[in-house]
């Protein structure tokens, strides 16, 4: 709201802090209620589906209309996502599950490495490419201590027709120094051929995993999940304030590959906007001085569309999405 007060003071300004999906989508409501015609946020929910639109998509696509405008950060894991077909590798040793993901395209590897900070927790969502709700393959995620195989912490709900296709997991090192891990999907049940299938995962975490240690397996593209892969919200990537022509490293990127109801490849993100800027909030010592990532980026662009709609309030949505996004 500092950002956007910065850039268009004479807007008038609303909050609404949602705690669930359901609460979010309610809060879109709520403030299209109250007279909102530019609406921005900054949030994720975990179980937004990526291969599909969920409740919060299709309010925002909603919003988006009739001289409104959306506008959501389209998020800082670039450097934190993985996507890729599933390679089936048997698992010869035999128990509960019959194969694993191979991460390798050619040779062997069935674990992606990366070390995890003492003191560093994380949340790790797998999803894959059933529909949502109705989820008939069934993989499980792992967390394993790279020495010696040891799982510390693991993900193995069932998938059996009335599901989401959708496992997380999540993990404090609290050893007392870095710790090399490594993350394994497992197969348990399939109904579908397996070379049909997609794997994607996202390691969310705030303790600089992605822009330090970083991940032996990663794919930027792709990295887009949720409502910031309507086509018809304003998803804004970062640019550092400092490098205002170079998108920054952790910035999502596109595009977003939907499979249902139909598969479409969507070009998100399709605006970008400053971020690492200096707010009063943070010089008082509230919040993080500079604030970086997509959650700064996103309030430059809601800002400009007040300052469109103020001088002309007449603009349709789409005519102000496309002078937005074609100046």
């Known amino acids: 709201l500092e950002i956007v007060h910065d850039l268009a003071p004479g807007a008038a300004l609303a909050f609404y802090g949602p705690v669930t999906s359901a609460d979010m989508a309610a809060g879109i409501g709520a403030l299209a209620t109250a007279g909102a015609r530019v609406v921005v946020d900054d949030l994720l929910f975990l179980d937004e589906p990526k291969f599909e639109d969920g409740m919060i998509a299709e309010a925002a696509r909603a919003f988006a209309s009739g001289g409104n405008t959306y506008v959501t950060a389209a998020g800082n894991e670039a450097l934190a996502h993985y996507r890729a077909p599933y390679r089936r590798l048997t698992n010869a040793s035999g128990g509960d599950y019959p194969a694993f993901h191979n991460y390798a395209a050619s040779g062997t590897d069935i674990g992606n490495t990366f070390t995890v900070p003492n003191g560093c927790s994380l949340v790790v969502v797998l999803q894959w490419n059933n529909p949502a709700g109705a989820a008939t393959d069934d993989f499980d995620l792992f967390l ?12 193995a709900g069932f998938q059996t027709g009335s599901q989401d296709a959708y496992e997380a997991l999540t993990y404090t090192n609290t050893t007392g120094a870095p710790l090399s891990t490594f993350l394994a999907v497992a197969e348990y049940t399939l ?29 930027s593209a792709d990295s887009v999940v949720g409502h910031a892969a309507v086509s018809e919200v304003l998803s804004v990537g970062a640019v550092n304030a400092q490098t205002p022509t170079q998108v920054a490293r952790y910035s999502a990127q596109g595009p977003a590959s939907i499979s249902f109801p139909a598969l479409e490849s969507r070009t998100v993100p399709n605006i970008t906007g400053v971020d690492c800027v200096a707010t009063e909030v943070g010089a008082l010592g509230f919040f993080p001085d500079p604030f970086c990532g997509t959650s700064a980026a996103a309030p430059h662009v809601a800002a400009v569309a007040a300052l469109m709609l103020e001088r002309n309030p007449s603009l349709t949505s789409q005519q102000l999405w496309d002078v937005l996004t074609g100046t």
Not at 144 to 155: E, K, N, P, Q, T
Not at 192 to 205: C, N, R
């Open 144 to 155: 394993s201590r790279s020495s010696d195989g040891r799982v510390l912490a693991y993900s």
């Open 191 to 219: 109904t579908h051929q397996a070379a049909g299938l997609v794997l994607d995962y996202f390691v969310y975490e705030r303790c600089g995993i992605a822009l330090g240690t970083g991940f032996q397996y990663v794919t």
